[in-house]
């Protein structure tokens, strides 16, 4: 158990779909994350947000959005997702930027 | 560009020692961090380096060179639970990570 805890661990949804993954940190951290992984890719920045601003944006189309309503809770809101959309999303939170992450579980996300 | 280079797979035999390799070519420098991943579960926070030396942590050690971009786990007396991946994340100038695709560790009895 790391303190950061995503909803749901396993999502399939249709390209026309609407979904949201949900994060929230125990940890008191100032600093949360969504990450893309996929197999036997590197992690994939996607999000960064610091003190519920967003400081990180790495191209990531649109079709995914962000919210942080505040400090312990993230959101990525998911509409008409493609197949190669497919991949386990991971949020993580630090009490700083510069400090280490923690990680939670992640979603599993198949697009079919 | 930015990468890290790390190997896709090892194999090494319980109570034995082995060392996973990392190297790097980034934009600035400023940590290089190692997290343990568990097949189908989070990343976890193993070690994290900033200045040039060994870092010791139980059975785990963590290393890093600057000068050569280059950092190892050493692993020691290993376990059958060890089996998982390695995976090795630097801090950029602009305190972004960039991530290797980690190494898969399995151990054999």
């Known amino acids: 158990e790391t303190g950061v805890t995503q909803t749901p661990r396993h999502l399939v949804m249709g390209m026309t779909n609407k979904k949201s993954l949900k994060c929230e940190q125990h940890?008191?951290?100032?600093?949360m994350y969504w990450y893309k992984q996929s197999a036997k890719k590197p992690l994939e920045l996607m999000f960064v947000?610091?003190?519920?601003?967003?400081?990180e944006n790495n191209s990531v189309p649109s079709r995914f959005s962000p919210e942080c309503p505040n400090s312990s809770h993230l959101f990525l809101h998911l509409h008409t997702l493609q197949p190669e959309d497919s991949a386990l999303y991971l949020c993580?939170?630090?009490?700083?930027?510069?400090?280490?992450?923690?990680f939670g579980q992640g979603t599993r996300l198949t697009v079919v | 560009g930015q990468n890290i280079d790390q190997p896709t797979e090892m194999t090494a035999t319980e109570g034995a020692i082995v060392q996973i390799n990392c190297t790097y070519q980034?934009?600035?420098?400023?940590?290089l961090f190692w997290y343990q991943q568990h097949a189908g579960e989070a990343p976890t926070f193993l070690s994290y380096?900033?200045l040039d030396g060994l870092e010791e942590k139980g059975r785990f050690s963590s290393f890093l060179s600057r000068s050569k971009g280059y950092s190892y786990l050493l692993l020691k007396e290993l376990q059958m639970k060890d089996s998982a991946s390695y995976l090795c994340?630097?801090?950029?100038?602009?305190?972004?990570?960039?991530w290797g695709a980690g190494t898969k560790l399995i151990i054999k009895p």
């Open positions: 994340a630097v801090r950029d100038s602009n305190y972004q990570l960039i």
């Open positions: 980034t934009s600035g420098f400023n940590g």
């Open positions: 380096n900033v």
């Open positions: 940890l008191g951290h100032n600093a």
């Open positions: 947000y610091s003190l519920e601003e967003r400081v």
């Open positions: 993580a939170s630090s009490r700083l930027l510069e400090t280490e992450a923690f």
